[in-house]
């Protein structure tokens, strides 16, 4: 029991730390995710300039960079709680029903102490599981945060103060899951749940695999976090998340997709607007306002094979699969792949210090018992 309460406090706190670094970037990963190609062209040619974190901080501050933050806060720092711990369950279970001998073990695979270690298939293993464990908390985390970030990209510092103001007050984490569930029930928030589950289990399965095999590839022995051993950890953790995020990152934008498909983004700031500030509120560069929306804000709808073109933005995706073909015959296979330099450039840091400060924390803790 005190191993899991341990587990799940350094979990924590790594995950906040880890949110806290990678917060800039991964606002600016879903922005791009969520644009479509020439209507992010279409944008730049009506003054609007594509995301990048100096447009962000110049357009509309630096509190940009950390949009939708509160609600990883909350979720996904306690989804790395439910991941580590259910990560070292799924070990200890694996160690019972399977335990490595010498038979099982080559010469390379024993601790400093002796003891024979897991084999790497039982770490892929562990990892997948505690990948769908997590289902339940990063499902709705992660549309919030989503949606937080989407709508956030709507704000223009040159239109009214009533339009900024809208905007903003729609941005907000809390007031997206109020608006989720207001309009959606429970079940809204779990949109896109397939295709996280199917994101997360394998991706966590390469994590940790990647991770355990460059620990004992580097001769880190466990609880040691000085010295040399710091540079090892931190470099183990970063190549982790990074060929982890690679190996599902096509997944990761039909996800984002998925969840911020148009007819389930909020409007009603806009509709409550007068005539004159909506009319100064620019077309948002994710391209995510359906054309109704629109043409009710007097604005041209982008045709043929401009983001979500008009054709695409008429009906809701029937699912991930209707969405990976919809996506790919509108845009091409480089949609695949949109955003995927902020994603792979924040998975290192972000991962090195989640994994960094996990060992760090469940060392003291250790000493602590």
Known sequence: MASSVNDFIAGYISGVAGLIIGSPLDVLKVRLQAQGDASGAATRNRGVKNPSLSAMVQNEGIKSLFKGISSPIVGLAGLNSILFASYSASM????????????????????????????????????????????????????????????????????SAAAQRAILSESGSWHVTKDVIRRFGLRGLYQGGWVTILRDAPG??????????????????????????????????????????????PLDVIKTRLQTQPHLMSTDALRTLPTTATARIPTPSTSLLSKSHNEARGLVHQTSRQGHSKTLSSAPYKGMVDCAIRSYKSEGMGVFMRGATPALLRAFPVNAVTFFVYELVMAELQKLE
């Open 204 to 249: 966590y399965g390469v994590y940790f695999l990647a991770y355990e095999g460059l620990k004992r590839g580097l001769d880190v022995p466990a609880g040691e976090t000085g010295g040399i051993n710091t540079w090892k950890l931190l470099f183990a953790g970063g190549v982790a998340g990074t060929l982890s995020w690679a190996s599902i990152y």
């Open 92 to 159: 200890r279970f694996l160690e019972v029903v399977a335990p490595p001998s010498s038979t099982t073990s080559p010469s390379s695979l024993y601790a400093a102490g002796g003891e024979a270690l897991q084999p790497l298939s039982h770490v892929f293993a562990a990892g997948f599981v505690a990948g769908v464990a997590c289902f339940l908390v990063s499902t709705p985390t992660e549309l919030v945060k989503c949606r937080a970030q989407v709508i956030a990209s709507r704000l223009d510092p040159t239109s």
